[in-house]
């Protein structure tokens, strides 16, 4: 009898178990998540979308700032809200997809082979995989608490231009027009609100109807007034996962982060001067470039066919609830150019023979001869000579 009481003690812990890891999973379906790239994305209720990766183009020549934005997204959600918070009116426009090839093209790694002498995993006599080293102004006082300064349809984006002076007012106008948000979002718009920036709310979908939202979506190209180069991450704070920003600055000079906002230290992977308008193609400022290319034109578009000091930027967010602030871009100290080189290491081989294989064979070869000599010269030590001639000794006779 007890060990029947046992057993049903064990299924009973076993369903509960069972029974826990599926609300939790239900749970998790159910919640709309944040997903946070620049500025906020809210999906429809019981339904998820989280943002992989969040890469920008950033354009300042001093008094205006162009923003070219591509989120990478995955999830269950058919549709969701984006709100981007901007210190002046924007322009909203599509942008161009082949801007990013361009620019990934004009900053990758320059790829660079470094011989190693002695054999490795996959090398011969081992076995084993081998490896690779590695626009307008602001809001008045008496303007209403949400004023619509905008709205147009751009491709599968509905876009509302809005102007704020108070975060419930502009949560309640976004939810009257479908853009369901959480109170926790306009308690973090409200620092916005107090420097009366504006907003661009927009509505995403895919293209193919009710398929849900997934890889790269179409790229947004925002203009506006800015005194200095700004790039809006506060709101990124309310991700539920780790965010990751891929950073492009076209400006005069090169250009760094003031500070990390809550992230880990940003990465400069890329920095040099480069020439759209040169032969009809990008030229990068060590001279290597110079091939023509699909997005020529769009990076032409977006620096004015001008040169133009390019900085590529990376930064990991593995806590997105630390992000403090927005990134305020300033020039660095120098216009140094960079790099990033990608080391593939080789084997080093003369004639296609190992180096180390031949040194092994020509120490060898030495051993083997200095052992031979050194046995030649033990036998002309020991074989024998010619015996001496006798010695005669005269005898002078006395008287």
């Known amino acids: 009898m ?21 609300s939790t999973q239900l749970g998790s379906l159910i919640s709309p998540a944040y ?3 620049c500025g906020a994305m809210v999906p429809s209720r019981a339904t998820e979308v989280a943002v992989d990766r969040e890469t920008s183009v950033v354009a300042w020549d001093g008094r205006t700032e162009e923003i070219v934005m591509r989120l990478t997204v995955r999830g269950d959600a058919p549709e969701a809200a984006w709100i981007m918070p901007v210190p002046h009116r924007a ?31 996959g090398d011969w006599p081992f076995t084993g995989p081998g490896g690779i080293a590695d626009g307008a102004g602001r809001p008045s006082a008496a303007a209403p608490p949400v004023e619509v300064v905008g709205r147009e349809r751009l491709g599968p984006f509905d876009v509302a231009r809005l102007a704020a002076t108070d975060p419930k007012a502009l949560r309640d106008w976004l939810d009257d027009n479908g853009f369901e948000l959480p109170d926790r979002l306009a308690t973090a718009l409200k620092p916005y609100v107090d420097q009366k920036w504006e907003y661009v709310a927009i509505r995403l979908a895919p293209r193919d109807g009710n398929d849900p939202l997934h890889g790269d979506l179409d790229p947004l190209r925002l203009r506006f007034a800015s005194e200095r180069p700004v790039y809006p991450m506060r709101l990124s704070q309310l991700a539920s996962t780790p965010q990751r920003l891929a ?33 009809g193609s990008a030229q990068d400022g060590t001279g290597q470039g110079g091939s023509a290319r699909d997005g020529a034109e769009a990076l ?3 620096t004015g066919g001008k040169p133009v000091f390019v900085t590529a930027i990376e930064q990991w967010f593995p806590r997105p609830e630390r ?20 080391y593939r290491n080789e084997l080093l081989t003369v004639g296609g023979i190992p180096a180390w294989l031949l040194s092994v064979l020509g120490a060898a070869l030495l051993v083997v001869i200095a052992v031979v000599w050194r046995r ?24």
């Open 376 to 399: 030649r010269a033990r036998r002309r030590r020991k074989r024998p000579g010619t015996p001496p001639a006798p010695v005669t000794a005269a005898v002078t006779p006395t008287r």
């Open 35 to 37: 997903a946070c790239g």
């Open 300 to 302: 032409s578009a977006m």
């Open 2 to 22: 007890g060990r029947g009481w046992l057993g049903r003690a064990w299924v009973v812990r076993a369903l509960s178990l069972a029974l826990l890891l599926v």
């Open 247 to 279: 950073l492009y600055v076209l400006a005069a000079h090169r250009m760094e982060p003031r500070d990390a906002i809550g992230g880990a230290a940003p990465r400069v992977t890329y920095a040099g001067r480069i020439d759209p308008g040169r032969d």
């Open 323 to 342: 992000i403090d602030g927005d990134h305020e871009l300033r020039a660095a100290g120098a216009d140094t150019p960079y790099r990033t080189l990608v």
């Open 91 to 121: 322009d909203v426009e599509l942008g161009d997809p082949s801007l990013f090839s361009e620019l990934d093209a004009l900053t990758a790694p320059v790829p660079t082979t470094r011989h190693y002498f002695w054999p490795r995993s």
